[in-house]
């Protein structure tokens, strides 16, 4: 019974740890991986804080476009032909595994000329305060100025984590015998 009840604690360990961790944006809002519609793909992704262990979803037509990571360098000549990536499932799920930018387009002629790109810039996730402005005086007299916050928090991110801690209490019950 024990060996039973451990792993179901271990596999619902594994699922929440699994696909809890990230926001997951995407990539459009509701228009998608698209040319259709004008999406302005660099403003949306402007729009957003996208840190390490998010994922990004393509969501397209794939009879009319895929995906595909590429270097800056291909990125600012829409050049799809030396992709580190391809993706073509019409549904792409893509984990953001390292800091700085990520290039993506659409490889169908004539698609990232027409916008169907989009840098996606991701940020480490700072929570604790960035370097005060308080540690200089202000000139004799002068009123200190008012302390305001500075630290950043994905609050997609902090969703998620604020999901996982209300899921671990029935697990932790389940783990230290209370749920029998």
Do not use: R
Not at 70 to 81: G, P, Q
């Amino acid at each position: 019974m024990a060996f039973a009840k451990n792993v179901v604690a271990l596999l619902l360990l594994t699922t929440i740890f699994g696909g809890s961790l990230g926001a997951v944006y995407k990539v459009g809002d509701s228009a998608g991986w698209t040319v259709v519609g004008n999406v302005d793909y660099n403003k949306w992704a402007s729009t957003k804080n996208f840190h390490v262990g998010d994922v990004i979803v393509f969501s397209y037509n794939n009879q009319f476009h895929n995906v595909k990571q590429v270097t800056h360098k291909d990125f600012k000549s829409c050049n799809a032909t030396s992709a580190m990536a391809v993706y073509t499932s019409g549904s792409d799920s893509i984990t953001l595994n390292n800091t700085g930018h990520h290039y993506f387009m659409c490889g169908f002629p004539g698609h990232c000329e027409a916008g169907q790109k989009v840098d996606i810039m991701v940020t480490p996730v700072s929570l604790s305060p960035t370097t005060s402005p308080f540690n200089a005086l202000p000139p004799s007299g002068s009123p200190l100025p008012a302390p305001t916050p500075t630290a950043t928090i994905n609050t997609a991110s902090s969703l998620q984590s604020f999901k996982l801690l209300w899921a671990l209490f029935p697990l932790a019950f389940l783990v230290i015998g209370f749920g029998y």
